[in-house]
């Protein structure tokens, strides 16, 4: 049995879409990529910890063409996400959106859907963008980007009144408010 490689990531959890734009963060001011070598994991193996995290290692492979198509993903998304409106982002996403269905089923349990791919690389590319169309249909104004401006995470608000502002309280809200309160004190 091998050991599970670590998600070295500080923000975790999220839908998948978020999840994919999550593989991009910064680290002591400097941007960090799961997919190009953070931490000194390969290509192959951060799309793996990637895959693992967002439960989809069971049904897809970390290789070279699923890495390729999450790429593409994952800049159409974030092309999305920070600007709604732009229509060459919507065309990306899209052309993603091509690459698989859903397909009606009968199950045991009644009436299912089931993802259909003619490439299985594009399924966990597909995937984000459909989880994208999901949030945009429940929740549109709830997809977040971390109010630190030193920050490149996104979030989905389930906060109850939706003011979430930090991707993480821990981390981004802490030095927020570290930082306002040494700003108080000084002016003191």
Partial sequence: MTERTPDPRPLTGEPVCLDLLNT???EDGEPVDLFAGAHGLTRMEGLAVWLESAGLAGRFRADAATLVHLLTARESLARA????????ARALIDAVLDHGRIRATLTAEGPGE??????????PAWTAA???????TGTPGRI????????????HDTSRNGTRRWCSMAACGNRAKASRHYARTRER
């Fill in 114 to 123: 089931r993802a259909e791919f003619a490439d299985p690389a594009w399924g």
């Fill in 144 to 155: 977040r980007k971390c109010a630190s401006e030193s920050c490149v995470l996104h979030f």
């Fill in 24 to 26: 991009r963060w910064n």
């Fill in 130 to 136: 459909r989880d994208y169309l999901d949030l945009l």
């Fill in 81 to 88: 996400v920070a600007d709604p409106a732009d229509e060459g």
